[in-house]
């Protein structure tokens, strides 16, 4: 599935679907609103932050469930190339993982939820509503492969030594019942947590450089992307049984 441009939306899509309520965020009727510290999120350039404080100030609740697809990813190989590069050429690494990973998730409507250095969390489903949010996701994790490969592949001149077959990003990605909203007194962004996040976090953690790790239920609600992939069973960290899944990799 090739991904397209992320639309410039001319009013929060979060607030939007989730409210009902127009909040400007381009636009000349969006400059009132900045006065007042409402600006488009750095999660999503299609939201606002409005949607990360409306938990408290506009749903009067720290968080909510809902049904969510999530997506975490991370460079395989990073710890070889932070012994051996130098810290300005690996720093250009990690941003070009970082554009590459949101410029994806955001051409399918999902929102960086966390960045942590050499890995990522996204979430797709909320605030902005996606009907068949796991397409969606592996969309975004078919696209992060292409386009983090292609930016790897470029720095060959740089990689001293450090093979490239043993470089590239990990992707894992399930669907599932979450937690979403504030689970801090000092931050007031949202984040969502449960048990869905943790197998998509153990997920990643297992897939190998080029690989998508895929749960067995995010693959029944994708069964034209899925169709043909292979099916491996895991032993995953605080999971006491072993836990199939299915391997996507790139075109």
Sequence with gaps: MESTAPSRARICRG?????????????PLALP???FGITRSKMNPNICTICERSFRYVKK???????ATILFADIRGFTVLSERMDPIILSE??????????????????????????????????????????????????????SCTSALR????????????????GVGVHTGDVEIGEFSTFRSDFTAIGSAVNLAARLESQAAAGEILVSV???????????GTARRTY????????VPAHVLLKS
């Design 15 to 27: 607030c939007w679907d989730q409210m009902h309520v127009p909040i400007p965020i381009r636009g």
């Design 33 to 35: 609103f900045r006065a």
């Design 61 to 67: 609740q720290r968080h909510i469930s809902a049904t």
């Design 93 to 146: 690494i990690v941003s070009a993982f970082q554009d590459g990973c949101a410029e994806a998730i955001w051409a399918h409507d999902g929102i960086v939820n966390k960045q942590m250095g050499d890995g990522l969390m996204a979430i797709f489903n909320f605030p902005i509503k996606i009907e068949h949010h796991v397409d969606a996701a592996l969309a975004a994790a078919l696209d992060i492969q292409r």
């Design 154 to 169: 470029s720095l060959d001149a740089h990689l001293d030594g450090v093979s490239l077959d043993a470089l590239g990003v």
């Design 217 to 227: 239920e995010a693959t029944a609600q994708a069964p034209d992307l899925m169709a």
């Design 235 to 242: 032993s995953l960290k605080g999971i006491e049984h072993p």
